[in-house]
Nanobody
Framework: QVQLVESGGGLVQPGGSLRLSCTAS????????MGWYRQAPGKERELVAD??????RTNYADSVKGRFTISRDNNTVYLQMNSLKPEDTAVYYC?????????WGQGTQVTVSS
């Protein structure tokens, strides 16, 4: 089993920044993938950014390219979010994959509003 705990969400004004953290614990050996997803009210959950633990390849949604950066340090994955917009408001979830299944965190709320 893998447990994921997110932190770093909150209320921020448009144009501001936040850094989300997701720390994995438990059977973390063998995690090959970690990513950040978000879900806004009335919308489906969508990929924001992800990173592969072997090689460090990253991938970003078009809507966040140039503003968000995903990084990883051992068992923690970060999402640096800059130039935040109201449309970035959502619950942000961390996901990890370790054969044979996915694991999800409980989510952290990000609200971008003046």
């Amino acid at each position: 089993q893998v447990q994921l705990v997110e932190s770093g969400g909150g209320l921020v004004q448009p144009g501001g920044s936040l850094r989300l953290s997701c720390t994995a614990s438990g059977s973390i050996y063998g995690i090959t993938y970690m990513g950040w997803y978000r879900q806004a009210p009335g919308k489906e959950r969508e990929l924001v950014a992800d990173i592969y633990t072997t090689g460090g390849r990253t991938n970003y949604a078009d809507s966040v390219k140039g503003r968000f950066t995903i990084s990883r340090d051992n068992n923690t994955v970060y999402l640096q979010m800059n130039s935040l917009k109201p449309e970035d408001t959502a619950v942000y979830y961390c996901r990890a994959f370790r054969v044979p299944r996915n694991y999800w965190g409980q989510g952290t709320q990000v609200t971008v509003s003046s």
